[in-house]
């Protein structure tokens, strides 16, 4: 499958849109750090051991302050997902049609993000996402999402 990320139909070479560039700030730059090699790393409350997003200096459930990153396993499923056939940013536009949706990671946290890797309107709720990288101008990579095979359990270990 080609990645709409990385080439079009619509565009030619050097013609790739320029995506606004997040910004960074004291509170999210462990999650930026992070990104520049490909981890994906998730606030922590250490009071009630609970993951947070997105990045705060306080605890949303017990409003505990020791917050700590730590890495996340990269994976989830689309818990809602729309596709945008018309982009509010002109910028965007070479981008179009592209899937906005929010996962669920496995660690319990909601992600909004862009699915890749497949045709936008392929991306359904429940698919299996996990993460891929798009690199920033700075050397930032920007976290997206790609389906994710998920195995059937072996059947040579099963008893019966």
Not at 61 to 84: F, K, M, Q
Not at 104 to 113: H, M, N, P, S, Y
Not at 126 to 142: F, H, I
Not at 150 to 160: C, F, H, N, T
């Amino acid at each position: 499958m080609s990645d709409p990320t990385q080439s079009s139909d619509r565009r030619g070479p050097g013609d790739a849109p320029q995506r606004m560039e997040p910004p960074t700030t004291d509170v999210s730059a462990p999650f930026w750090a992070a990104t520049r090699e490909q981890r994906l790393e998730l606030p922590w409350c250490t009071k009630c051991e609970e993951p947070i997003w997105c990045p705060r200096e306080v605890c949303p459930g017990c409003l505990g302050t020791s917050i700590e990153w730590r890495p996340a396993a990269g994976t989830g499923t689309v818990y809602a997902v729309t596709v945008d056939h018309k982009p509010q940013n002109p910028g965007m536009a070479g981008w179009a049609p592209y899937a906005v949706a929010l996962v669920d990671l496995d660690e319990g946290v909601r992600f909004l993000t862009n699915v890749v890797g497949c045709p936008p309107d392929d991306v359904v709720v429940g698919m299996p996402v996990e993460v891929t990288w798009e690199a920033l101008p700075d050397g930032r990579q920007l976290p997206l999402f790609r389906p994710r095979e998920v195995r059937a359990p072996d059947a040579a270990g099963a008893r019966g």
